[in-house]
């Protein structure tokens, strides 16, 4: 079914569903118990976990496949960004010009950058990219400010033009009418779940990007790509061009930033050049690596860890840690908390970092590792008995 | 990864089921509304507080913070009131707002307008926030304003002095206790003509962002309207640390004014640069050279040491107000007083204003008898008060702008103790620095409607 072969449908329909089922599974937690604070079903937060997942997918593209580690494809996300806001004050709210200008700018800003960046590999590379990316970052925050509106960013505002949106065309980014922010909420009990007609788009628009990544990973460009990766001077040796498959997939990954980018302004009607910084771009690379570079799920993963940490971590104060060890003695309960303190809130990054370098240390594969670790150790005791040799895993 | 038992029969019941749980909330999310975004249910309410928990603002950031706390604490009742004792409207009776106990959530805006609106979506959409307020930055601000306005809550703008933020900017949702650029500008011009002269020649450093350049707009405006001329202007970035590079060129442009359009971390490194370089010391024009920093806070002051000794500059509020120039700021000192208990020193302008406009918030629902962001708009706007340290104050109508006086500040030659580093050279009536809704350095924008949301 759809080209694809039962295992990699399988890997997709997994995908589905958990997409589907999102706002149900991300919300554990009753709403007013204090494990509450763990739920992450809340729209804004899944929108991020399916952007950047689309994000990472497309890095994933040209570093996974091809090894070419791009530090610079925050600039994409950025530039697909501005389009959209841009498209948002001046033609229509409706999100799809928005979307398509994105995707086509940022691959046109993509075949530039990448021409001239691919020109070295290794290294130069990396810094050739991240060179373009903070030059782009710099140019929106210095000299490009009428365009971007510098460091407040820029927004929509009721006096913009949209020539095509009639005078009483909604003033928030929509589908047809349908707004990104109208959600319905499902109250069960004492759970409470949000589905919002952002995130659906989001996350179709989510499996489409997965589903083409699925398609390139199995094509034989996917080989040629990943044949690049292995030992490119050979198949340079056996009078192959290399360079227009590195190109087509740097564009491509391109154009998957640009649409999250665009994405993330249809989400939310607002460009800020600091989407551009390295430290961005660095965010990207960290997803892949964290859910594990070259494996078709792992980046979704990765960049929905990433984000998780990010906005519930960064929320925990000592306010949160007092409520939960309240039932303590006082001095045990302060040393507890000054112990998590530097862990949580601010310190969320430490957290990361430290998480990021035991997934590296021991699972050199990312998360995608972890998992077949786990299922080999299941998979292994249950078919002992009958096939001594174990159960060939198949290959990638 | 099997999923060899898929057959057509297995397929159409999931989706069949999945059809009917995705249909089902459509007529189920009827019942719990109440005609507005995160109407308060049980007997608590949540309120949001964004600010800079990183960055350069950092330090206001955490005052803020306790400055909200201390806010929570005396709206259900707890210390000694505050300013609840001495603001002119009676409606709080310190049980909550509206019988209803208040709770908080924080949050990090990283001084990045990207983070904050992450951060402000999540107490909205997670925690139920029915009010944000915070920010320290005027690029946040707006753009959290922006948010507020879209989602249908309040937002109750913290440290903010662009012009922009009730300009070009401004929202029906969101209000600004704190003054802006154009009031600073209005305020120092005069002081600046009397201690230096009608014939300077100034060169601006300005942080690159809304604030900085309506800061700088308004300061050039008022200070060529009496003579000055304006060489040069230069904008850093918001994430610069080190200015030398920035005043190396200032010793040889001629000028002998500096402006610095900085605040937070970006004015204590570039007033130090200064320093360093021995601008304080130098003669241009047959004039010593002067440096003038036109928004700072005592936090600053603290962070730049003795480089701030005899530097002019303007404030929302000084915790010395009430008993230095009487008590036409009343509230100031009740404020201090139970800051400095809970905390043990005196609190900064930030706080005030984070203080205030908490209990301004809180205060609006109680008169309007409802969370609806309508009716608390409706119950701001246009509101006379007085008792929360800046004299009698008015919440204008047509741009959501808090009048009220404007505090001109120096920097001490010789402090008596690390919190009494500013003297306060004069208060500004209100009337001094009163403007038109559409005046042209704040025109461009429209309030629009107040948005209740779902």
């Given at each position: 079914m759809l080209g694809l072969n039962k295992k990699d449908l399988g890997v997709l329909l997994l995908v589905a569903l958990l997409a589907l089922a999102a706002p149900i599974l991300l919300n554990p937690f009753p709403a007013d118990s204090g494990m509450a604070q763990f739920n992450a079903g809340y729209p804004d937060l899944m929108q991020r976990f399916v952007i950047f997942g689309i994000f990472a997918i497309g890095y994933n593209i040209l570093f996974g496949l091809t090894?070419?580690?791009?530090?610079?494809h925050a600039a994409f996300l950025g530039v697909g960004s501005y389009s959209a806001v841009w498209m948002m004050k001046l033609l229509s709210m409706n999100v799809i010009p928005a979307i398509v200008l994105s995707v086509i700018v940022a691959g046109l800003f993509s075949v530039v950058i990448g021409y001239v960046s691919l020109r070295r590999s290794g290294i130069y590379f990396s810094i050739l990219t991240l060179a373009f990316a903070q030059m782009s970052f710099n140019l929106a925050y210095s000299v490009l400010t009428p365009i971007t509106n510098g460091e407040t960013g820029l927004q929509i505002s009721l006096s913009d033009p949209r020539v095509l949106d009639g005078a009483n065309a909604p003033s928030y980014p929509n589908l047809f009418g349908a707004q990104m922010n109208s959600a319905a909420t499902l109250e069960l009990g004492s759970w409470s779940f949000t589905f919002s007609v952002g995130y659906y788009l989001c996350a179709f628009l989510m499996l489409v990007a997965f589903y083409i990544s699925i398609r390139i990973f199995r094509s034989p460009f996917g080989l040629m790509l990943r044949a690049v990766k292995s030992n490119q001077q050979r198949m340079n040796y056996t009078g192959l061009n290399t360079k227009p498959y590195t190109l087509a997939a740097f564009v491509i990954s391109g154009m998957y930033a640009g649409l999250a980018g665009g994405l993330l302004a249809s989400m939310d009607p607002l460009a800020g050049?600091?989407?551009?910084?390295w430290t961005a771009s660095g965010e990207v690379v960290l997803m892949t690596i964290l859910g594990g570079a070259g494996t078709l799920l792992g980046p979704v993963l990765g960049a929905g860890f990433i984000k998780y940490f990010e906005n519930i971590f960064s929320k925990i104060n000592d306010n949160v840690l007092h409520g939960w060890f309240s039932f303590m003695p006082d001095g045990l309960e302060d040393f507890i908390v000054t112990i998590i303190h530097p862990f949580v809130g601010k310190g969320w990054h430490l957290t990361l970092g430290l998480l990021f370098m035991l997934v590296v240390i021991f699972l050199p594969g990312g998360l995608v590792e972890g998992g077949q670790r786990i299922g080999r150790m299941f998979r292994r005791k249950k078919s002992d008995p009958n096939t001594p040799d174990g159960e060939t895993t198949p290959a990638e | 990864m099997s999923f060899s038992n898929l057959t057509r029969r297995g397929l159409i019941k999931t989706s069949a089921a999945a059809g009917a749980g995705l249909a089902l909330p459509t007529y189920l999310s009827?019942?719990?509304?109440?005609?507005?975004?995160?109407?308060?249910?049980?007997d608590t309410v949540t309120l949001g507080f964004n600010v800079?928990?990183?960055?350069?603002?950092a330090d206001e950031g955490a005052d803020e913070l306790r400055a909200f706390e201390l806010a929570v604490e005396h709206l259900n009742g707890g210390g000694d009131g505050g300013m609840l004792n001495t603001f002119s409207s009676k409606a709080l009776e310190g049980n909550g707002i509206l019988g209803k106990k208040v709770q908080y959530v924080t949050g990090d805006t990283q001084t990045k307008s990207d983070a904050a609106r992450a951060s402000a979506q999540s107490m909205i959409q997670k925690d139920g926030a029915v009010m944000i307020s915070g920010g320290s930055s005027s690029g946040v601000a707006v753009a959290v304003q922006g948010l507020c306005q879209e989602a249908g809550v309040i937002f109750m703008a913290g440290l903010t002095h662009s012009n922009d933020t009730t300009g070009k900017d401004k929202k029906a949702n969101g209000f600004r206790h704190f003054f802006n650029a154009y009031m600073s500008a209005a305020a120092l011009a005069p002081v600046l003509k009397n201690l230096y002269g009608d014939d300077r020649k100034v060169y601006s450093l300005t942080a690159d962002y809304t604030w900085g350049w309506t800061q700088q707009e308004s300061i050039q405006a008022a200070t060529e309207a009496m003579g000055w001329e304006t060489i040069n202007d230069v904008r850093t970035p918001l994430a610069a640390t080190d200015f030398s590079s920035y005043i190396a060129p200032v010793l040889n442009s001629g000028a002998d004014v500096l402006v610095l359009n900085h605040y937070g971390g970006n004015m204590v490194n570039s007033l130090t640069n200064a320093v360093q370089f021995g601008l304080r010391d130098k003669q241009v024009n047959g004039k010593n050279f002067e440096i003038v920093v036109p928004l700072y806070s005592e936090l600053m002051a603290r962070g730049a040491g003795k480089n701030i000794a005899g530097i002019v500059g303007s404030q929302n509020w000084d915790w010395k107000l009430e008993d230095q120039l009487g008590s036409r700021y009343t509230g100031t000192n009740a404020f201090v007083q139970s800051f400095g208990t809970k905390y043990g020193f005196p609190p900064s302008q930030a706080a005030q204003t984070c203080y205030a406009q908490t209990l301004l918030y809180a205060d609006a629902v109680a008169r309007a008898g409802s969370f609806n962001p309508c009716a608390v708009v409706e119950a701001l706007e246009g509101f006379e008060f007085d008792g929360l340290g800046n004299g009698p104050t008015l919440y204008r109508a047509g741009d959501h702008q808090c009048f009220k006086d404007v505090v001109v500040v120096k920097g001490k030659e010789n402090p008596e103790n690390e919190y009494d580093l500013v003297e306060i050279v004069e208060a500004t009536p209100a009337e001094k620095v009163t403007y038109d809704v559409d005046h042209p350095m704040f025109a461009g924008g429209e309030l629009g409607n107040c948005n209740p949301g779902a």
């Open positions: 090894g070419y580690l791009s530090f610079g050049a600091e989407r551009m910084q | 009827a019942a719990s509304h109440a005609g507005f975004t995160n109407a308060p249910q049980g800079p928990q990183s960055g350069p603002y």
